[in-house]
């Protein structure tokens, strides 16, 4: 029986490989979360918490095996400015002037229950609707974002804003196990792929720097990891309108900002493993994960790009990998602290330098001049507000709301008509092309009704009507045939343009002609339409 299941699952059973991978993403995760914490102007501790707790409750419950979440900078640079304010709200209303961390947990509560809403509602399906360019521009954008954050690893306290960058010996010895760490990372999987090359660079440069006693920055630099196991927050700021009113916009922003790059992050993992996620499921394993995490006094975070990729990247592909990673984070804050932040920043900072490289999509670049320019304005538009604004959500609407319009402005542009005489002296207008918001300017200024005869007929058969934009132009053109004292009908319109046109009724002043019930389109050719003497 052990020998037949093996035969038929072993191949998908890679528990060695995600419990290692979880090893090595937990080790990547401690000084990302203590930055986070510090740049959100919390303690560490409250990074670390944060997390544990939602790469745990995610890798359980989210919809896309082998994706991590934690506490995240997108996140924190929102969070400081309730922070501060939390804190100035505390001391007004006499409770102290550190009430803003508390105002926080409340405030992820918050996010983690409007998350469940958005999964409940099913809205992480329009993740489907994001173009490839923005995309692209997310990664993009992303990847400088994480290059930009090990700065501070090359500066002589790395928690210090415009703290003094490393100079001489150190600099050097910082930049020779950096570039030894990404030399490690790069070529080992040549050799042997048993150990995940990310994992054995971290221990090889701590075992080097410890051996031989080098004076470089270690985790303890930042900050010590060590705690306690978390517990529920006892809250003393009132929950009453005025607190809500005060979260409620901070939560809806870091609910969409978490959201975003999550999904973002999970259609990313899909690329990568050729595997597809669940969308929803993500939503909701993401809401439930803030929902905890606030009451037991985590910052809040989603999905981490980084870390994904460092996962996948190792060999993580299942569940196991992100219990794993939650798990050796928390042995670490309980048991192993000491050990942990003896570990190289160096190493640690290698790690995400080849994380850059395999994030950035350098594809874009070779094809962007071989792309429709408004994809590429897109990608490049993208990249530039995720690095300057920090702001995800903003980049990724912004991003789909170009493309969006340029796809409309290019739909705009097909829309045109030709025009026959019947026998019978009736006009026909042949219209081709979709008609809605963008193309009603120049549908309405091809019909001339002072010039054409009493009777004229619209054949849509190559056309579509697809907002009530199109409706209203298709009202007017009928008011401005009646002001003229003639008549104009409609022929050959398609299902869904037959059902928008009876739901507006009264709205529309044109006359609809039966069509035959065997019409079909394909099957018909202009000269098969109706018997004319074309002019």
């Known amino acids: 029986m052990f020998n037949l299941i093996y035969r038929k699952f072993g191949n998908r059973v890679q528990a060695k490989d995600d419990v290692l991978s979880g090893l ?21 501790i409250i990074g670390l918490y944060a997390a544990f707790i939602i790469c745990l409750v995610t890798a359980v419950m989210g919809g896309r095996p082998g994706m991590i979440s934690g506490a995240t900078g997108a996140l924190a640079v929102i969070m400081v400015s309730l922070v501060i304010l939390g804190n100035e ?3 007004a ?9 508390q105002y926080l947990f409340a405030t992820v509560i918050l996010m983690g229950i409007i998350q469940l809403g958005c999964g409940v509602l099913k809205l992480g399906r329009f993740v489907r609707l994001i173009p490839q360019p923005v995309m692209f521009g997310f990664v993009n954008g992303l990847a400088i974002v994480i290059f930009e954050a090990q700065f501070p690893m090359f500066t002589e306290s790395p928690t210090t804003p ?21 030399g490690i990372i790069h070529f080992l999987p040549k050799l042997t792929t048993q150990l995940p090359s990310s994992l054995v660079a971290i221990v090889s440069i701590s075992c080097l720097v410890i051996g031989l006693n080098l004076d470089t920055l270690v985790v303890k630099d930042m900050a010590s990891i060590g705690g306690a196991l978390p517990s529920l927050v006892t809250f003393t700021i009132p929950f009453n309108w005025e607190t809500l009113q005060f979260i409620a916009p901070f939560a809806f922003i870091l609910a969409a900002v978490g959201l975003i790059e999550s999904l973002m992050t999970l259609t990313l993992i899909d690329e990568l493993t050729e595997t597809r996620g669940n969308s929803t499921r993500e939503c909701l394993g993401q809401g439930a ?14 999905a981490m790009i980084g870390q994904s990729i460092i996962n996948i990247r190792s060999g993580g592909r299942g569940r196991l990998s992100g219990i794993a990673a939650g798990i050796f984070l928390l042995c670490f804050i309980l048991f192993a ?14 790690v995400m330098f080849m994380v850059v490289i395999g994030t950035f999509e350098w594809s874009s670049l070779r094809i962007l001049r071989k792309i429709p320019k408004t994809d590429a304005f897109v990608i490049i538009l993208v990249s530039a507000i995720t690095v300057i604004s920090h702001n995800l959500a903003l980049a990724v609407i912004t991003g789909v709301i170009v493309s969006a319009l340029g796809f409309a402005w290019k739909s705009a542009q097909h829309i045109h ?5 019947r026998k019978d002296g009736t006009k026909v207008y042949f219209l081709h092309g979709p008609l809605f918001f963008g193309s009603i300017t120049d549908f309405t200024q091809g019909f001339d009704p002072a010039e054409d005869p009493d009777e004229v007929i619209v054949d849509m058969m190559d056309s ?35 059902a928008l046109l009876k739901k507006a009724g009264s709205m529309i002043d044109v006359i609809v002609l039966p069509d035959d019930p065997s019409y079909h389109v394909a099957n018909l050719i202009k000269s098969d339409r109706m018997p004319s003497a074309r002019t």
């Open 417 to 421: 008509r030709s025009n026959e005489m």
């Open 337 to 350: 602290s000491s050990l942990i932040e003896r570990i190289p920043l160096a190493a640690l900072t290698g």
């Open 24 to 44: 090595t993403v937990a080790l990547a995760l401690v000084p990302e979360a203590v930055a986070f914490a510090i740049i959100a102007g919390v303690t560490p």
């Open 289 to 302: 994960a803030n929902v905890i995490t606030g009451f037991f006094g985590g910052m809040g975070g989603c």
């Open 89 to 91: 709200k505390g001391e």
């Open 464 to 498: 579509r009507v697809w907002d009530h934009s199109g409706l209203e132009a298709i009202h007017k053109l009928g008011a401005r045939y009646k002001a003229a004292g003639k008549s104009i009908k409609l022929q050959h319109i398609s299902g869904n343009c037959s």
């Open 93 to 101: 209303l006499g409770l102290g002037p550190d009430m803003g961390t």
């Open 162 to 182: 415009e703290s003094s960058w490393l100079v001489g010996n150190d600099m050097y010895l910082m930049l020779g196990l950096v570039f030894l760490t990404m």
